[in-house]
């Protein structure tokens, strides 16, 4: 015969037991998971060029994120999640980077996105996913107006184009040339890029002579080349990306214009093949250098990612895949820093506590109002089979 106290005793052991077990499992894991975070994987979204002139930029960028990606998933993941990138191409047209961020937000269901290639197309994507609330890591973008308006869910590793146009400009008015000419990329990238150097330039008492546009698929640069000569500069800057480069040296060179060129850090990408294609015209052009050499022996990060990429067996190798690899470092350690239970208000918390920090002994430097990265910047340049020297 029982009792009734002691049946009402036995339902409350185990209601007690219950009660005990589930806020266990609420310790330990997420109350309600994120989107894109699952026990096991954490899924990343990227839009970026793979086909078309400018495609060795998101082919290389890519490059560089996935090897760090696989390295950190075959030794258990970030905090035991595994990290998955899903890429799509945008063939550099940011009316299809737009489709390509929404389809990544709301099919692909990621947690982040990583990885975007040029200003206009950042332009498309970042209302997108601001309206969303997902953060936008890494960009291979430098436009200023990006870096001087705070954006709470928008993060960058690279030096802007406005301290990468500042040591240039300032290293022209160093050597005694105030007179300049640029030619810039006809779209959003080259012309916002080009108010920002008219501004440096006249703040340090160097005169712009001449300023002409030029079409990212343009074959033929010599009306351009033209009229750099007659306006007889000191030097030119070039704000342009992918092949045109070659097209403007090639057709520069053979007008027999002999001012110095120099480019921003995007100019050129795949450094070997240009050489071979210019049959050593791109000897002496300079550049700006926003990542160590990929053969740097002192640094860290450089060291790192020779190994990871011998290691992986990986045949690409270049400045825009070490930048990859870095973004994805600090990507990774934003991860860790967010602890295990991974939120995307938790994310964005956990790079504004960085402050400032190196990864790899690359430095750099995060906070509530910043989120630019880093302002590392060297000149170097080009020898005749391509690779450089400072």
Known sequence: MKFRGMEEGGMGRRKML??????????AWPAAAETGVTDTRIKVGQSAVFTGPAKDFGVDYKAGITLVFDKVNKTGGVLGRTLELVSHDDAYEPKKTAENTTRLIEEDKVFALIGYVATGNLI???PIAEKA???MFAPLVGTTSFRTTHNHFLFHVRASYETELRKIVGHLATLGIQNIAVIYQNSAFGKSNLDTCLQIAQGLKVKVVESVPMEIAATDAKAQSAALTKAQPGAVVMIMAGKMVEVFLRDYRASGSAAPLYTISVGITDAPGSAQRLNGGIEGLVTASIVPSPQASRLPIAVDYRKDRSDAGEKIDSYTMLEGYIAARVFVEGLKRAGRNLSREGFIKAMEDM????IGDFPLQY?????NGSNFVDLEMYTRSGSLRR
């Open 355 to 358: 402050g400032t920090t190196k």
């Open 133 to 135: 609330g997902v953060p």
């Open 124 to 126: 498309a994507a970042m």
């Open 18 to 27: 219950t009660t005990l077990a589930a806020a266990a499992l609420a310790a």
């Open 367 to 371: 906070g509530a109002n910043n989120h």
